[in-house]
C-alpha cells in the first residue's frame, strides 16, 4: 500500500491480507477497511491495522457496490440486485458496520416504500450515509441516530453523488432508468 499523507509518501506493507482486494477505505487512527474475494468466498472483509497486519475478518455479504467510511469509526456498505437477492447480509441494500467489523444496522425501507435493489449512488458524511437505488430511485438519508428521510429528485440512475455540509449534488443520470415515485409528504 502506497500512504500520501499531506506530501509524505511511504509504503505500507500489508500481511495476513487474504483477500483478492475490490474496495478499500481509510478508517480513522490509520486503519483501513477492505472488502474482496477469497478462495472460500466467506471471510470478505478485513480490518486492516496501522502496522499493515489483519486485526479482524469479517464477511460483508455478496455484490458490494460502494464500501465507505466516515470519521466517526462507521463503515457503509451498498450493494446490488447480483447479492440482494441471493445474500442474507446484502439483502438489506445497505449495512452499517462498527470499525471492528461488526454489523450494527441495515436497511428496511419504511412501508409504502421500494426496497433496495440496487444502489446506483452513494457517499457518506459523518454519521449520515446518502443513497439513490432502483427502482424508484429517491434520495435516502440514513442517520446513525436512526433517522432516515426519503426524498424524491428528478433525477434517476446518477452516475456519482456528492456531498457536502448538507448539500447534495447528483452526476447524470438515465430518464430511461425508470421515473422516480412521488413520495408522500411525510416522508419528504
Do not use: K
Not at 28 to 45: L, M
Not at 62 to 70: S, T
Not at 109 to 115: D, S
Not at 177 to 185: N, T
Amino acid at each position: 500500500m502506497v500512504i500520501d499523507n499531506g506530501g509524505s509518501v511511504r509504503e505500507q506493507l500489508w500481511r495476513d491480507m487474504r483477500l483478492r482486494v475490490t474496495r478499500l477505505d481509510a478508517l480513522p487512527n490509520g486503519r483501513f477497511v477492505v472488502q474482496g474475494h477469497t478462495p472460500a468466498g466467506d471471510r470478505n472483509a478485513q480490518i486492516v491495522g496501522r502496522d499493515g497486519r489483519c486485526r479482524r475478518s469479517f464477511t460483508m455479504g455478496r455484490a458490494v457496490e460502494f464500501l465507505m467510511a466516515d470519521r466517526r469509526h462507521h463503515v457503509w456498505s451498498a450493494y446490488f440486485d447480483e447479492g440482494v437477492y441471493v445474500d442474507p447480509i446484502s439483502a438489506a441494500g445497505l449495512v452499517r458496520w462498527d470499525s471492528g467489523g461488526n454489523r450494527q444496522w441495515g436497511y428496511t425501507p419504511p412501508e409504502g416504500t421500494e426496497y433496495i435493489d440496487t444502489v446506483h449512488a452513494f457517499n457518506v458524511d459523518d454519521g449520515v450515509a446518502w443513497a439513490n437505488y432502483y427502482p424508484t430511485f429517491p434520495l435516502l438519508e440514513v442517520r446513525t441516530d436512526g433517522g432516515i428521510r426519503l426524498r424524491s429528485t428528478p433525477v434517476a440512475a446518477p452516475a456519482g453523488m456528492a456531498v457536502h455540509e448538507g448539500y447534495v449534488t447528483m452526476l447524470g443520470g438515465d430518464r430511461a432508468a425508470g421515473s422516480p415515485a412521488p413520495l408522500s409528504p411525510d416522508r419528504a
